[in-house]
C-alpha cells in the first residue's frame, strides 16, 4: 500500500515549536520531491514548503519563511518539517504530499492521494 503517514501534530501555545513527520509506507521516497502542505477550516489548502528528492533544494512559504524547516532522511523514508516560533495563523491540518518539482511555484502531484494529515492547533 503507497500512503504517506503524517504525525507529530498537536496543541502548542504561540512562539512554540513542533516538529512534523511524513513516513512513506510502502515505497521508497527515491527520486520524489516531496511537499507540506496545509488547510485551515474556511480556507483552500496552501504549500507550506518542499524539498528536492536529494534535498538539495527547499522552498518555503513567505508567511513560514525564516521559522519553518523542512528536511528529509530517504533511508527512513521521512520528511519533517520543523515548526518554530508557532504562531496562531499556523493553525491547520498538515500534510505531505508528492510534488512534480519543488520551486517557487510547487504543487501536490494531481495523481496522487492525500493522507489523513496531523492537526496542528497554535493556541494561548
Known amino acids: 500500500q503507497r500512503q504517506f503517514r503524517e504525525a507529530g501534530g498537536g496543541l502548542m501555545q504561540p512562539g512554540g515549536s513542533l516538529r512534523l513527520s511524513c513516513y512513506a509506507s510502502?515505497?521508497?521516497?527515491?527520486?520524489?520531491?516531496i511537499g507540506w502542505f496545509r488547510q485551515a477550516p474556511g480556507k483552500e489548502r496552501e504549500g507550506v514548503s518542499c524539498?528536492?528528492?536529494?534535498?538539495?533544494?527547499?522552498n518555503y512559504a513567505d508567511s513560514v519563511k525564516g521559522r519553518f524547516t523542512i528536511s528529509r532522511d530517504n533511508a527512513k523514508r521521512t520528511v519533517y518539517l520543523q515548526m518554530n516560533s508557532l504562531k496562531p495563523e499556523d493553525t491547520a491540518v498538515y500534510y505531505c504530499?508528492?510534488?512534480?518539482?519543488?520551486?517557487?511555484?510547487?504543487?501536490?502531484?494531481?495523481?496522487?492521494?492525500w493522507g489523513q494529515g496531523t492537526q496542528v492547533t497554535v493556541s494561548s
Open positions: 504530499q508528492r510534488v512534480p518539482v519543488c520551486d517557487s511555484n510547487f504543487y501536490a502531484n494531481p495523481l496522487d492521494y
Open positions: 510502502g515505497f521508497t521516497l527515491d527520486y520524489k520531491d
Open positions: 524539498i528536492s528528492s536529494s534535498g538539495g533544494s527547499t
